[in-house]
């Protein structure tokens, strides 16, 4: 059931942590609730004003990009509301790595040498810098998880066109490249982060959020180097410290296991560690907001008529 109907509604979607509703057709109405999810599993808590935390960081990001390639983002008429034009989505996630982390450390330190069709070089320690930033895609799935895919299976498999591969990975390395200047400012390092594209016509255009801590991975710059030298772990900004909660409890969200208690403290330190990074990632003060359901149905009226 949407929690909401707009006129000219055509389409409502309720995905992992946004609502997305169709207007005529060609708008996207994103609601980002407060949700979190992990290893493709809805936890049953909500996480105060995550949502506006995510909506808010991928706006200003989309803003900062936008000379970079066209995006789907015309407005933000509440804190936790997007409104943008409606894409053709390919049904691939660009996932670029600076660093050698997570599923790709994973993958390395199991002795492999090659990730989606990239050779990974030898020597490397987990979070080691790659010589050049890499670009490991994955399949969207509709249901279940995502899979590692290469560019040669991309093409073949028709998910783009040779030509459209070619703007992609165009757009992917410029996007990394200025969200790790962005993040340098802010005394962070953008270690992997991933983009979804879409079409409208020929046009490619950047949709979704980008540079958030569900999308990416953050570390502190200050420290880094000394941090690789000793072998010890990373200090990060991401949502990873949810997952290692998660992992420590045994819930990998496998068949049989069952989430652990989340209990109101765990809720309010996750929603504190948001906001954390949304101050640090954008270098100013989050303001929270509570809208109602009433307040927020009506700004979103009011975009959809002039943008219509």
Excluded at 55 to 68: G, R, S
Excluded at 114 to 127: D, H, K, Q
Excluded at 158 to 164: I, K, V
Excluded at 181 to 189: E, M, P, V
Aim: net charge negative; proline share 6%; glycine share 6%.
């Amino acid at each position: 059931m949407a929690p909401f109907q707009f006129p000219s509604q055509t389409a409502f979607y309720k995905g992992k942590v946004r609502d997305v509703y169709t207007i005529q057709d060609r708008l996207l109405v994103m609601i980002a609730s407060d949700r979190i999810s992990a290893f493709d599993v809805i936890l049953p808590e909500p996480i105060p004003y995550k949502g506006q935390v995510l909506n808010q960081i991928a706006a200003y990001m989309l803003k900062a990009t936008a000379d970079i390639c066209p995006n789907w983002l015309l407005e933000t008429p509440a804190p936790h509301v997007s409104i943008g034009k409606k894409c053709v989505p390919f049904k691939i996630e660009m996932v670029v790595r600076g660093n050698l982390t997570g599923h790709a450390w994973r993958t390395y330190n199991s002795g492999k040498r090659s990730l989606c069709g990239v050779a990974l070089p030898e020597g490397l320690r987990e979070n080691d810098y790659f010589p050049t930033p890499i670009i490991t895609p994955s399949t969207k799935a509709s249901e279940g998880h995502d899979e590692d895919i290469s560019k040669e299976d991309i093409i073949s498999k028709g998910l783009a066109s040779a030509e459209d591969w070619a703007v992609l990975e165009k757009y992917t390395l410029a996007l990394f490249e200025r969200g790790k200047q962005i993040a340098a400012k802010r005394g962070l390092i953008l270690v992997d982060t991933k983009y979804e594209f879409g079409k409208i016509g020929d046009t490619i255009y950047l949709m979704d959020e980008i540079h958030t801590p569900d999308s990416s991975r953050y570390f502190f710059a200050d420290g880094f180097e000394e941090r690789q030298e000793k072998g010890e772990k990373q200090q990060q900004l991401s949502k990873e410290f949810v997952r290692e909660w998660l992992i420590a409890n045994n819930f990998m969200g496998k068949e049989g296991q069952t989430v652990p208690e989340m209990t109101p403290e765990w809720i309010d330190t996750i929603s504190k560690r948001y906001i954390q990074l949304y101050e640090q990632v954008i270098g100013e003060q989050f303001i929270p907001q509570a809208w109602t359901t009433e307040e927020t149905q009506a700004a979103i009226e009011k975009s959809l008529e002039h943008l219509l």
